[in-house]
């Protein structure tokens, strides 16, 4: 059967496959839609599991909200390159309005999820790996509810927090969110600082204070004074506000009748060991992996 240019540009739409790879398919099933689309799908996952060991520390952090209620995403790919695709920034898009309207936060759970066009997030996502030619990963998802105030807000793609309150209004909530965006405060207040923490810092301080010779009175001092600059420090309402340094977010809070129920705070990357690599031999690598994929 003559494969046409138009059969081949139907499959490329259909699949978002290149068009070698759909000509090819198209011959290799004489001429049968959907099973070269499947064969594309079948060779696309096959590709996925190839790359699914490459660290994806990289990519674009989401945040949706929807009435009383909001939902932050990450999707990690390998590099920033493919964090700004259009195809990956709609993927991530389309992952976080899935979360949201579905109410799912495992990952596990979420990658089952429709995400129209009859594919579930799993096979949009093995889809855009044969696509790009990264590993592409849903790291993680946080659903947020409040009939209160709700203030979100994105710095860039990489950094994103989102902050419900009771009392103030939407815009008090989105500059603490900025605020929690710029600082990566660790908890509201010091009654969510773990007691580990607390205790692993007093022993620090306590034994620089003690080399000071001072007598054991004014090392406890001491010691007090920097446990409590340490709390002001990593705590949220401890801060002074990224906007108006003069005053505490605790302060501009008060003024406004205003208390911080919740934060979450995601950043690109987080926690994931990047190996470092030369460059030369990263793009040798590459043409390997290609030649393996052919």
Known sequence: MSITASMVKDLRERTGAGM???????????????????????????????????????GKVVIVRDGDKAVIVEVNSETDFVAKDE????????????????GTEDVA????????????????????????????????????????????YTHGARI??????????????????????ATSPLCIDETGVPAETLERERRIFTEQAAE???PPEIVEKMVTGRVAKFLKEITLV??????????????????????????VRFEVGEGIEK??????????????????DD
């Open 212 to 214: 000071s010779g001072k």
């Open 20 to 58: 070698m790879e759909c000509k090819k398919a198209l011959v290799e099933t004489g001429g049968d839609l959907d099973a070269a689309a499947e064969a594309l799908r079948t060779s696309g996952q096959a590709k996925a599991d190839k790359k699914a060991s490459r660290v994806a520390a990289d």
């Open 87 to 102: 195809n990956f920034v709609a993927f991530a898009d389309a992952v976080a309005a899935t979360a949201l309207a579905n």
């Open 238 to 263: 401890g801060q002074p506000f990224v906007k108006d340094p003069d005053q505490t977010v605790a302060k501009l809070l008060g003024a406004a009748g205003a208390s911080v129920k919740s934060f």
């Open 160 to 181: 994103g927090a989102i902050v419900t309150m009771e009392g103030g209004d939407d815009d008090l909530a989105r500059d603490v969110a900025m605020h929690v965006a």
């Open 109 to 152: 759970a979420l990658a089952t999820q429709s995400i129209g066009d009859g594919k579930s997030v799993e096979q949009a996502r093995t889809d855009l790996v044969a696509k790009v030619g990264e590993n592409i990963s849903v790291r993680r998802a946080a659903i947020v509810e409040n009939t209160g105030s709700i203030g979100f």
């Open 275 to 292: 190996k470092e690599e030369n460059f030369a031999d990263e793009v040798m690598k590459q043409i390997e992996d290609a030649k393996k």
